[in-house]
């Protein structure tokens, strides 16, 4: 949901409560015309660390998914 223009807080708390292991978290590179996905990008900051902070290990998808480059 952070294509709908949400804030770096809310877009965090979203990411951050539905987060679970083999989670693939997408966001959004890039809106619409008058689409703001400034609270993405502000946040992403946030979520990296406390990720981190948590143990979760970060990955690309095809190591995730076991797909060689």
């Known amino acids: 949901m952070d294509w709908k223009g949400l804030s770096a807080e809310q877009v965090a708390t979203n990411v951050l409560a ?3 292991p083999g989670s693939i978290v ?3 590179a890039a ?3 008058g689409e703001d996905l400034s609270g993405t990008v502000d946040a992403l900051p946030k979520i990296i ?3 981190r902070e948590d143990g979760v290990k970060l990955v690309t998808v095809p190591e995730l ?3 060689a480059p």
């Open 31 to 33: 809106g619409g015309v």
């Open 49 to 51: 660390k406390k990720l």
């Open 26 to 28: 997408l966001q959004h």
């Open 18 to 20: 539905h987060v679970r």
């Open 65 to 67: 998914l076991g797909i």
